[in-house]
């Protein structure tokens, strides 16, 4: 492994296809990045098992196995801070973090959402865009707030809604271009090009 690539934790629940994209995309040769650890909530997440497939370090961590959340997120904090995580990239983490995960990793979490944000947050983004006659949708990668999914946008990329489109075929179209997104969002962040300054985020040249 590199010493020289900056270390990324993932924070999964389910398909993870996001983690799949970004781990491949690590491999490549310019990545400046690699996957140390994923963190998953469920049991049967297939992005755990996909871990498995990848030699990824892979801890399935229900937080009801803690006292509280924030016992849970504390926990989180000493797992990642003992790795040197520099970036954590919730991919599907199908929970609302607190301010204490915030507050440790303040501006090194990263999410990605299928809308552009600020338009449709939280649940079936897809669905509501249809539900809403939207022309254009697409997905947002964000720095992840005390909010739901109202962090600083790092990058958007938008996609175009067909008349005959529903949920599941906005989705896949969506869904392929957050597979590119989030690994420019990552690369660009550990190459320390994204400059914040309260909700603006400035991709430095
Ligand atoms: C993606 O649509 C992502 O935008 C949203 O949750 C979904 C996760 O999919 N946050 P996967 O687990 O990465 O396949």
Known sequence: MDIKKGKVAILLSGRGSNFEAIYNNSLKKD?????????????????????????IENHYIPPRKFETREHYEKHLIQLFEQKNIGLI?????????TGILIAGFRNRIMNIHPSLLPAFPGLNAQGQAIGYGAKISGCTVHFVDEGMDTGPIILQKDIKVMDNDDEDSLSIRILKEEHILYSKAIQLYFDQKLKIEGRKVTILP
């Open 31 to 55: 990545s400046n990045f690699q996957i140390e650890i994923v963190v998953s909530d469920k049991k049967k997440a297939r992005g755990l098992e996909l871990a498995e497939k990848f030699g």
């Open 89 to 97: 990239c919730l991919a599907g983490f199908m929970r609302i973090i």
